[in-house]
Each structure stands twice: as C-alpha cells, then as structure tokens.
C-alpha cells in the first residue's frame, strides 16, 4: 500500500539560534513557541522541556540525551543527524516531522499522535512507542528492533526494510500494512496472532509466522 506523505514545510531564512538552551529557557517561560529556528550542534543532557510548541524548525547534529520533552507540539519540524536517546516525548503531537539518520535509543513515544511522520535511516531499538495514534507515516531502513508499539492505532503507516526483531505488536492491528521487507523475528503478538489479520507478508514470512502460532505448514 503507497502512502502519501507530507514533508514538512520549513520557512525560507531560518533564525540560526545560538544558545539553545537559554533561547528554550526563555520561550518555556513566555509560553512562546520556537518557530522559524535552526538548531545546529545544540547539547541538552536531562533538561526538562515538557510542554512546549516548536513550529518550522530544523535540528542539525543534536544531541537532546535523557530529556523530558512530553507534551510536544511539533509542526513542520526537521531532526537530521540527531542523537534523542533515552529523552521521552509522550503525549506529544506530531504533524508534519522528518527524523533522518537520528538515533533515537530508549526514547520515549508513548501516546504521541502522529499524523504525515518520517522516520529515515533511524536507529529506535528499544524504544517505547506504545498508545500511539497514526496517520499516514513511514518508517525506512530503521532499526527498530525490541521497540514497543503494543496497543497503537496505526492508518496509512508503512515499513520499508526495517529491523522488527523482537518488536512488540500486541493488540496493534496490521492491516493494510506491508511487512514484506522487513526482519519479524521474534515478533511478539497475541497468542493467536489477531494482529496479523490483513497484514501483507511473503511466503517464506507467512510460514514462519504460521509456526510461531501453532500452526503445521506442509509443503504439498
């Protein structure tokens, strides 16, 4: 199934912003989003940034390390070569954001809305992606093996050659979505495999997956 995406849409001459830290201080304070903003080399470790609004920013080889972010309200928002691990972004809402060759280790995702989301070339293994509500996103040549996305709610999502091993999928519905390039060993589903109803997978990934159930493949 092709999906559609948008990319987000940045603004022409972006504010460079010097001191990150103090600039997201400031703005936290006012109640005033950061918008129009490129944020190159900024290094945040345990910073508390939950609650805020970023609209039209690029982030460019940050490393934003054990963070709270919850509650972020991200619109047209760009992270390239970026290093998020173990900061948690829960409750957040996401429309238009591209992740590009980002890590992005034990991060926090859980209950996030995401709607028109990219994920390119990201390493997330470990990561708690679970509650989430999506619409229209991707997720290409990640790693994302161990990842939690249990009771999510995913239309228009698609997985292009992406490391699953291990990922759980309990109680996530997959139809619709195309496995056929992606590594699924050890995925963790339900004991009867409901999840899988309408998913799209290969041959050699269908058998597999019809032994992990129970089932007896026999070859005629």
């Known amino acids: 199934m092709a999906v559609k995406l948008l990319s987000p849409k940045l603004p022409a001459g972006l504010e460079p912003v010097g001191d990150f830290a103090a600039?997201?201080?400031?703005?936290?304070?006012?109640?005033?989003?950061?918008?129009?903003?490129?944020?190159?080399?900024?290094?945040?470790?345990?910073?508390?940034?939950?609650?805020?609004?970023?609209?039209?920013?690029?982030?460019?080889?940050?490393r934003l390390l054990e963070c709270e972010c919850s509650r972020w309200e991200l619109s047209d928002v760009v992270f390239q070569n970026c290093d998020l691990s173990g900061s948690r972004f829960s409750e957040g809402m996401w429309d238009r954001v591209l992740l590009e060759d980002c890590r992005a280790l034990g991060a926090g995702l859980s209950r996030c809305g995401f709607q028109h989301v990219q994920f390119l070339g990201c390493k997330l293994s470990d990561a708690n992606c679970a509650g989430q509500r999506v619409k229209y996103a991707l997720w290409k040549d990640c790693a994302l093996s161990r990842a939690d996305f249990s009771s999510s709610r995913w239309h228009r999502v698609a997985l292009e050659n992406c490391d699953l091993t291990g990922a759980r999928l309990f109680q996530t519905p997959?139809?619709?979505?195309?496995?056929?390039?992606?590594?699924?060993?050890?995925?963790?589903?339900s004991q009867a495999g409901s999840e899988l109803q309408g998913a799209v997978v290969d041959r050699w990934q269908a058998s597999e997956l019809a032994k992990r159930l129970g089932l007896v493949v026999r070859d005629s």
Do not use: M
């Open 174 to 189: 997959l139809s619709g979505v195309d496995l056929t390039s992606c590594c699924l060993d050890g995925l963790v589903l």
């Open 23 to 62: 600039r997201a201080a400031a703005l936290r304070w006012e109640e005033e989003p950061l918008s129009a903003a490129l944020v190159e080399h900024a290094v945040l470790v345990g910073a508390d940034l939950s609650g805020w609004a970023l609209e039209g920013v690029r982030f460019q080889s940050c």
